[in-house]
T-cell receptor, first 115, second 114 residues
Framework: AQKITQTQPGMFVQEKEAVTLDCTYD???????LFWYKQPSSGEMIFLIY??????QNATEGRYSLNFQKARKSANLVISASQLGDSAMYFC????????????FGKGTRLSVIA | EAGVVQSPRYKIIEKKQPVAFWCNPI?????LYWYRQNLGQGPELLIR????????DSQLPKDRFSAERLKGVDSTLKIQPAELGDSAVYLC????????????FGSGTRLTVV
C-alpha cells in the first residue's frame, strides 16, 4: 500500500523568504510519481509540480522546486521568494504506476506567509 | 480548454435529505474520480471510473452513496439519506489513461449537513 506522510500541520514564513514543506512516502512499487498540489481557501486543487521516480534531475517549476531524495523516500517542496498569495494548504501525493491504485494524498501542511 | 466543472459549489441540507453532485470532466479524459475531503484532511478516493465502468468503488459507502457515469462523460454522485458525518468537500478529478500526467481537479462541492 502507498502512504504519504506530511509531518508539519502548519508553517509560517516571512514574505520573500524561502520555505520547505516536508513529505515522505512509502511504496514497494519501483515506478511512481510524486505530486504537490496547492489548495487555497476557495477549495480547488491546483497542480504545482511533478517528480517521476526515475527522473535524474529534481523538478522545478518557476518558484517551486522539489527536493527528491529517493533513498530517504522524501520529496520536499521548496517555495522560493514567498508571496502573500502562497498562503494555502499544500498536499503531497503519490501515484504508483505498477498497480491500479489511485492518487494518494498526505494530510497537508497549512502555509501562512507573513508580510 | 475548460477544466473539470463541478456543481453546485456549495450545498446545505438537513440530515436524512438526499443530495446530488455533478461533474463534467476534461474532454478526452477517460478516467474520472470522486474524492471526499474531510476538514483538515487530504482527499480520499470514493470511486474511480474508466469510461463508464466503475473500476474501484471499494471505499464508497454503498448503503447510502451511489454514482453513475452515463456515456463515459459526465458523472453524478448521490447521497441518500445524508448524515451529519457526510459534511465534507467532494472533489471530482479526471485524467488521461496515462496517469503520469496526473489528475486535474474541479473546484469541489462543499456539503454541509445540518
Amino acid at each position: 500500500a502507498q502512504k504519504i506522510t506530511q509531518t508539519q500541520p502548519g508553517m509560517f514564513v516571512q514574505e520573500k523568504e524561502a520555505v520547505t514543506l516536508d513529505c515522505t512516502y512509502d511504496t514497494s512499487d519501483p515506478s511512481y510519481g510524486l505530486f504537490w498540489y496547492k489548495q487555497p481557501s476557495s477549495g480547488e486543487m491546483i497542480f504545482l509540480i511533478y517528480q517521476g521516480s526515475y527522473d535524474q534531475q529534481n523538478a522545478t517549476e518557476g518558484r517551486y522546486s522539489l527536493n527528491f531524495q529517493k533513498a530517504r523516500k522524501s520529496a520536499n517542496l521548496v517555495i522560493s521568494a514567498s508571496q502573500l498569495g502562497d498562503s494555502a494548504m499544500y498536499f503531497c501525493a503519490m501515484l504508483a504506476f505498477g498497480g491500479n491504485t489511485p492518487l494518494v494524498f498526505g494530510k497537508g501542511t497549512r502555509l501562512s506567509v507573513i508580510a | 480548454e475548460a477544466g473539470v466543472v463541478q456543481s453546485p459549489r456549495y450545498k446545505i441540507i438537513e440530515k436524512k435529505q438526499p443530495v446530488a453532485f455533478w461533474c463534467n470532466p476534461i474532454s478526452g479524459h477517460n478516467t474520472l474520480y470522486w474524492y471526499r475531503q474531510n476538514l483538515g484532511q487530504g482527499p480520499e478516493l470514493l470511486i474511480r471510473y474508466e469510461n463508464e465502468e466503475a473500476v474501484d468503488d471499494s471505499q464508497l459507502p454503498k448503503d447510502r452513496f451511489s454514482a453513475e457515469r452515463l456515456k463515459g462523460v459526465d458523472s453524478t454522485l448521490k447521497i441518500q439519506p445524508a448524515e451529519l458525518g457526510d459534511s465534507a468537500v467532494y472533489l471530482c478529478a479526471s485524467s488521461l489513461r496515462d496517469r503520469a500526467y496526473g489528475y486535474t481537479f474541479g473546484s469541489g462541492t462543499r456539503l454541509t449537513v445540518v
